[in-house]
């Protein structure tokens, strides 16, 4: 399928995580997909300390996985109720691009 359709799931396997960890805590992500593009929110009981681990996760995902390249830019404002927003740009790799 594609890194959106992933990211726009990413609760729901954090849900199914929740039910075989029951004393884990997962965070919860939100996805907004727009003409303006695509925005990614980001909450954790732990606070925005793990969000280096999504900007370095949700790239190695798109390219190891789906065959696109992500940068991701983080906004100075987060949507309310996040710790952190973040900009996506998801381009398919050059590589990639060629075979098409």
Same mark, same amino acid.
């Given at each position: 399928?594609?890194?959106?359709?992933?990211?726009?799931?990413?609760?729901?396997?954090?849900?199914?995580?929740?039910?075989?960890?029951?004393?884990?805590?997962?965070?919860?992500?939100?996805?907004?997909? *727009?003409?303006? &593009? !695509?925005?990614? =929110?980001?909450?954790?009981?732990?606070?925005?300390?793990? %969000?280096? +681990?999504?900007?370095?996760?949700?790239?190695?995902?798109?390219?190891?996985?789906?065959?696109?390249?992500?940068?991701?830019?983080?906004?100075?404002?987060?949507? *309310?109720?996040? &710790? !952190?927003?973040? =900009?996506?740009?998801?381009?398919?790799?050059?590589?990639? %691009?060629? +075979?098409?």
């Amino acid at each position: 399928d594609t890194l959106l359709a992933f990211l726009f799931n990413i609760n729901h396997l954090h849900f199914q995580l929740t039910r075989q960890y029951r004393k884990s805590t997962f965070p919860k992500f939100l996805v907004e997909e *727009s003409e303006k &593009g !695509v925005h990614l =929110s980001f909450a954790s009981c732990r606070g925005t300390i793990l %969000a280096p +681990l999504v900007e370095g996760v949700v790239p190695s995902i798109g390219k190891n996985l789906f065959d696109v390249e992500v940068t991701m830019s983080r906004l100075e404002t987060a949507r *309310s109720g996040y &710790g !952190v927003t973040w =900009s996506l740009i998801i381009e398919q790799t050059p590589e990639k %691009a060629t +075979l098409i």
